[in-house]
C-alpha cells in the first residue's frame, strides 16, 4: 500500500484538503478531473486544460482497448506520451462502458464478453485483463473491474451484483503490480441500499487499496438520494486515503460531494456541454444559443480569468454557436473547464480557512439567475446549419 | 491613393518582398492570408493563428452580411473586437460567394438579389453596399464588387462580364470613404483571355486602387492556364502596388505565383484540409486516415516547429482523426497554416539573398516523396465513427 501518497492537509466538517502524490505529479484535493475519453480531453490542447487548472485527467480503457489499443499505446511510450499529458491521469476499468455502450455482452464470473460498438468486434474483459489494460497505459490511478446494476434491479440482484464486484475486486489487487507512484482504487457498490454499501465498503477495507471510490451514482436516483448514500458511505472509509465519487457531476452535486467529505471527482459534463452550447457560470447555467444573447458585448462570466471570457462577448460566442464553428466548442469547453476548475479551488480555500458551509450556502443562491434559461432553448434564433 | 502604404523591399527576378502598413499593423509580403470566413479562422483560436506567423487573414462579406449581420458586427465595435484578431484583416467583397453558394440570383447593372443559403431570406449586394458593409465590418483591407463568370461562358460573355465590374469597381471607388490606413483593391477579371485581362488590368489602373487583384483563377483551369495569364496580367500592373492572386492555393501555386510577381494569396485549402485529414509537408501531402501511420512513432513533419509536429506523434494524429476527434482538425489545421507561414518567410528569405530560383527547385523536387498518398485514403483503417 505505499503506491500513492496522500496527505490530509485541512479538515471543515466533513470536508478535507488534500494532496495525492503519484508518478507524474500531485493532485490537490477535493479534485475535478476532466475526461478525455478516447486519449483527448474534446476540443482541448493538453496545455489549455492544464491551463484551467486540472492536474489529473481520466481516459477510458473501454474506448482506448478498442482503439488504438493498449498494446499499441505501449509501444508508442504509453498514454501520457502519446497524448502528451505529462500529469497524472486515472484510468477507469472499462466496466461503466461495456454495460452503456457495447453490444451483445455475455458474462460470467471469469468475466464479460461483448462486441465493440466501432466494428462490432468481439473483446473479453475480466478483472485481470482491466489491470493489464491499465498497466500497458501506464495509469497513475487504476480503477478496479466492477459490474454496473440499473436502478431498477431489486435488492437481491443488486446484492449479488455487488459481491460479484467485490470477488473481482480482490482479484484486480492480486494481478495489480505494485509500484511507486501507482495506485489502485477499489470501488464500493450497493446501489441506493446502505447495508448493502456498507458490506461493501467492509470488504474494501478488508482486501485494502490505495483509494476508494463510490460507483452507480449518478444514474438517475436524484441529488438527494445520492447524497444519501455518501452520507452513508464515507463514514465507512478510513480517513487517510482519497474518496472518489465516479462520474460526478453538475456544480451543485461537486458542493454537495465535497461538503460530505469527497475528494475527487470525474464527469463529461463540463466537456460535453461546451459540445452542445451550454456554459456553466457562478450565477448558473446558460444557454448560448438563446438569442437574448445576439447583441450582449458582456462576457460569459464577469469573474471568470478564462480566454472565452476574457476576450470575447456573448455575442460573439452566440455567433459562433448559431455558424456551428469549432470555436464555439473550443471556448465554451475552455470556459466550463476553467470554472469546474475555479470552483474546485474556491473549495479547497474554503475548506482551508473554515468557511465551506457559507462558500455552500453563497453557491446556491447565486446559482439561480439564469434558470429560465436551464430549461431549453428557449426564443432561440431559426438559423439553420451553416456550411 | 494614401489609404495604404506599400514598399518594395527587395526583388528577384519577378518576385518580390514588400510590406504593407495598415491601420492594424503591418504585412510582409509575399504574404499568405488565412481564410476567417464566419469571423473565425475554423478551429484556431486568434492566438494560434498569430503564433503561425500570419499577419492579416481574411473574412467573408458573404457569410458575415447573413449572419450576424454588418450592422450588429459594428455596434459590437467592429470585425477585429467582434473575433479578437488585432493585425489586419482583408474581406471580399461577397460577390464570389453569391455565385457560388446563394439560391435564385436575379442580377441587373445595379447589383444582385439573391436568398440566403442559411434560411431563405431575400438580400441584395451593389458595389455601394459591399463597400458599405466592408465599412461597417472595419476591415483594412476592402474589395471591390466583381461578378464572377465560369469558365465555360464563351468570350463574349466573359468581356460583357468583365465590363460590368470594370464599372463597379468605379462605383466601388467612389462609394469607398478613403481613411488612414485603409485601403480598396481593384479586382482584374477576364478569363483566360489575355486582352480581356489586358482591358481589365487598363481599366483599374485609370480608376486608382491600393492594390490589385487577380480573380477568376484556381477555378478549374489548371496551373499552367493559371500561370498563363499571371505571366500576362503581373506584367500590366504598377510596381508601386501589391499584387492579390485571389484563393490561391496550393503550396505550388504560391511557389509558381511568388516567382511571377504576386504578393498576396488566400485560401481555405490549409484549413479545410485540417478538417479533412489532409496535412501539407514539407516532403507533400499527407492522408492522416491511412493506416500506415497507425504504428508510426514519428512527427508529421520533422523540420517544422508547430504543436502537431513538436508534441505528437502521427500514430496519435492517426488515432485522432479515426476517432474523429475534434483535437485532430485543430491540430492538423495548426500545422497546415504553420507550414503555409514557413513557406512563404522561406520564400522572402530566398527573394532576400537572390535564391528564389533555387528554392523553386529545390521544393518542387521535394514534394515528390508522399505522392502516393495524395490520390485517396488508400489502406485505410476500416474503423466507424466514434461516439
Not at 499499441?72 to 511510450?77: C, M, Y
Not at 455552500?360 to 434558470?371: D, I, R
Amino acid at each position: 500500500m505505499t503506491g500513492l501518497t496522500f496527505r490530509v492537509t485541512a479538515t471543515d466538517g466533513l470536508a478535507r484538503t488534500g494532496r495525492l502524490t503519484t508518478a507524474h505529479g500531485p493532485m490537490d484535493t477535493p479534485a475535478f478531473m476532466p475526461v478525455g475519453t478516447a486519449a483527448t480531453v474534446k476540443a482541448m490542447t493538453p496545455d489549455a486544460v492544464a491551463g484551467t487548472g486540472a492536474q489529473c485527467i481520466l481516459s477510458n480503457t473501454y474506448h482506448l482497448m478498442l482503439r488504438p489499443g493498449p498494446e499499441r499505446i505501449e509501444r508508442l511510450g504509453g498514454l501520457h506520451k502519446f497524448m502528451n499529458w505529462p500529469g497524472p491521469i486515472l484510468t477507469d476499468s472499462g466496466g461503466y462502458q461495456v454495460w452503456s455502450l457495447a453490444d451483445h455482452r455475455k458474462m460470467d464470473e471469469g468475466g464479460v464478453e461483448f462486441k465493440s460498438h466501432l466494428d462490432g468486434s468481439v473483446h473479453h474483459l475480466s478483472p485481470e485483463r482491466a489491470i493489464d489494460i491499465q498497466t500497458l497505459l501506464g495509469a497513475d490511478i487504476t480503477m478496479v473491474l466492477d459490474e454496473c446494476t440499473t436502478l431498477a434491479a431489486d435488492k437481491d440482484a443488486v446484492a449479488d451484483s455487488m459481491q460479484l464486484s467485490m470477488r473481482w475486486a480482490e482479484r484486480c489487487k492480486t494481478a495489480f503490480p505494485e509500484r511507486g507512484g501507482h495506485g489502485l482504487f477499489g470501488i464500493v457498490q450497493g446501489g441506493l441500499h446502505d447495508d448493502l454499501r456498507a458490506q461493501s465498503a467492509e470488504a474494501l477495507i478488508g482486501i485494502g487499496f490505495d483509494g476508494y471510490a463510490i460507483g452507480g451514482l449518478s444514474v438517475g436516483e436524484g441529488q438527494e438520494a445520492m447524497f444519501t448514500v455518501l452520507d452513508g458511505v464515507v463514514a465507512r472509509l478510513p480517513e487517510d486515503r482519497p474518496r472518489y465519487l465516479m462520474g460526478v457531476g453538475k456544480p451543485a452535486d461537486l458542493v454537495g460531494g465535497v461538503l460530505r467529505g469527497i475528494d475527487m471527482f470525474d464527469c463529461v459534463l463540463p466537456t460535453r456541454s461546451g459540445r452542445t452550447n451550454q456554459a456553466f457560470t457562478r450565477h448558473g447555467q446558460l444557454n448560448m444559443r438563446n438569442a437574448r444573447h445576439k447583441d450582449d458585448p458582456a462576457p460569459l462570466d464577469a469573474d471568470c480569468g478564462c480566454p472565452a471570457c476574457t476576450q470575447y462577448s456573448r455575442a460573439y460566442l452566440h455567433h459562433l454557436v448559431m455558424a456551428k464553428e469549432i470555436l464555439g466548442a473550443m471556448l465554451l469547453t475552455w470556459h466550463n473547464l476553467h470554472y469546474y476548475q475555479d470552483l474546485m479551488a474556491a473549495m479547497r480555500h474554503a475548506i482551508t480557512v473554515g468557511t465551506l458551509t457559507a462558500f455552500a450556502q453563497a453557491f446556491a443562491a447565486a446559482q439561480h439567475k439564469y434558470t429560465e434559461e436551464e430549461t431549453g432553448n428557449g426564443d432561440v434564433d431559426s438559423e439553420l446549419n451553416s456550411n
